[in-house]
């Protein structure tokens, strides 16, 4: 089935430090949702792309779908403790459209103050 | 501001057992899922619903489990006879027609004995 491979799969850094996660695919996306989940809790949704080169902000996150409709990027600026959870990429199913998204491998943030 | 529930937080139950887990969506949405996650893995799709049927199911998702929509708020899912390895989280999310953007639920977790 269809994979979404995302790197790096885990990162500590410090506090006021820039983040860049990246979110690779073997099919074309037409859709790249961002998730943040942090512990015992369900993700929620960061960040929506829907159109190749796409840049899209929410905060001080940014999010780009990529020019080859592969892969999509996101950026964390001056991190903060509460930015610790796991960061997944998600999008529709090529195949399934909306019955179906696969989520990706995810990246675990860890913050040190 | 609307959001996906889940009833209970946490269901242990005794293998072999039957389990109810239950989801209220979103008010206008009108597509409904069910995903799985493994405590430190990826979320995995179960099984998509809409127009009072399923949709797509994944490999996962064998005769053990069904889904229902009883009434117009609650989604359900059951497993009939519960494994040590259905031990994981369960996520509820739905969505809006004509919308990527799927809101999840903060999920049950099921422990099997």
């Known amino acids: 089935g269809q994979q979404l491979n995302q790197s790096p799969q885990s990162m500590f850094i410090q506090e006021g430090e820039d983040v860049s996660m990246n979110c690779t695919s073997s099919?074309?996306?037409?859709?790249w949702l961002w998730y943040k989940q942090e512990p015992g809790e369900g993700p929620v949704l960061l960040i929506a792309?829907?159109?190749?080169?796409e840049l899209t902000s929410n905060g001080r996150l940014t999010a780009q779908f990529g020019i080859t409709r592969k892969d999509s990027f996101l950026n964390i600026s001056a991190s903060i403790p509460s930015d610790v959870g796991i960061y997944f990429c998600a999008g529709p199913d090529p195949t399934s459209g909306t019955y179906k998204y696969i989520f990706g491998t995810g990246t675990r943030l860890k913050v040190l103050a | 501001e609307p959001e996906v529930t889940q009833t209970p937080s946490h269901q242990v139950t005794q293998m072999g057992q039957e389990v109810i887990l239950r989801c209220v969506p979103i008010?206008?949405?009108?597509?409904f899922y069910w995903y799985r996650q493994i405590l430190g893995q990826k979320v995995e799709f179960l099984v998509s619903?809409?127009?009072?049927?399923?949709?797509?199911k994944s490999e996962i998702f064998d005769d053990q489990f069904s889904v229902e929509r009883p009434d117009g708020s609650n989604f359900t899912l059951k497993i009939r006879s519960t494994k040590l390895e259905d031990s994981a989280m369960y996520f509820c999310a739905s969505k809006r027609e004509h919308s990527y953007e799927q809101y999840f639920g903060p999920g049950t977790r099921l422990t099997v004995t």
């Open positions: 008010s206008n949405h009108l597509y």
């Open positions: 099919s074309i996306f037409n859709t």
């Open positions: 619903f809409y127009n009072n049927e399923i949709s797509e």
């Open positions: 792309l829907y159109k190749a080169g």
